[in-house]
């Protein structure tokens, strides 16, 4: 199988202190009004209210996030345009690491694609020679919520194309690149809607399913899963590469039980 290398203040402030002269009494026109002492009844109702306001702080602090939506992602045009022009001029300065990318065999006519990898995590720069700009880009990150063991496997694609290379099929090549060398593909926290809309066509020939992240595991949750648990912040999609069935990844002791994920969510929240 043709298996694509994965490695593993201070504050400063001007005091000066006040004479005997110049300090105010409490019933002084320029003091501050004092207000009438509280009652046991209202004290008590205070207290209360302040508990429960603090309680409720606390448990979003402590809780892990929930989101309704996560289809947030929507950079500027003008600060996409900005960076490609930079990693352009990269790519062709001697020296310079993007200089040393090795070209991938044509994905797509009219392109020439550009491969590095560092540190585990793989870049794919799509240039257009013909009008001597980048297209856009696409890196393979690697994931931090699993262990080494499934981190050979996975990774988790994110791409910034310009506007005039968006839907043209340009991620979707890369992404079938990663998935034919044997990459299973895990979709990040958040997506764009055009991120959202191309996991969904590469199901069409690329087996797709649902996991929870949590203890560094992968939990297999489905084919399909309800859009409420959908919108957790630790489900996310998973494409298997070339080679993979969920079958094998359990085999193998890199996808676990869903009910070994509802019972690690249990114990979070006690």
């Known amino acids: 199988m043709n298996t694509l290398a994965l490695r ?19 019933r002084s026109a320029l003091a501050f009004p004092q207000p009438p002492p509280l009652t046991a009844a209202p004290a008590a109702a205070l207290c209360a209210a302040l508990g429960t306001a603090f309680t409720a702080v606390l448990r979003r602090v402590l809780q ?18 900005a960076e490609l022009d930079i990693l352009h001029g990269r790519l062709h300065r001697p020296g310079d690491a993007l ?12 392109l020439v694609f ?6 585990g995590e793989h870049y794919v720069y799509v240039e257009d020679v013909a009008h001597g700009r980048l297209a856009g880009y696409t890196v393979f990150n690697r994931l ?16 910034k194309y310009a506007p005039a290379y968006q839907s043209r099929g340009i991620a979707s090549a ?12 895990v979709s990040g926290a958040r997506q764009s809607a055009g991120a959202h809309a191309l996991w969904h066509a590469l199901a069409r020939r690329h087996s797709l399913r649902w996991v929870a992240l949590r203890a560094k595991r992968m939990h297999d949750l489905g084919a399909s899963i309800p859009s409420a648990q959908a919108a957790e912040l ?20 890199l996808l676990y039980p869903a009910a070994e994920a509802a019972n690690e969510k249990m114990r979070r929240r006690a």
């Open 234 to 253: 630790d489900t996310r999609m998973i494409l298997l590469g070339h080679g993979w069935t969920d079958t094998r990844l359990r085999s193998l002791g």
């Open 174 to 185: 890369v992404y079938d690149w990663a998935l034919g060398c044997g990459v299973c593909l």
């Open 8 to 26: 593993p203040r201070g504050l400063l402030a001007r005091h000066t202190p006040l004479s005997h002269r110049s300090s105010f009494s409490p």
């Open 99 to 110: 200089h040393t990318c090795t070209r991938l065999p044509a994905l797509l006519p009219g």
């Open 144 to 159: 931090i919520e699993v262990d080494r063991r499934t981190d050979r496997h996975v990774r988790s694609p994110h791409s």
């Open 64 to 81: 892990p996030p929930r989101m309704e939506l996560r289809i947030d992602v929507n950079q500027p045009d003008d600060s996409i345009e």
């Open 114 to 119: 550009h491969h590095r990898e560092a540190d």
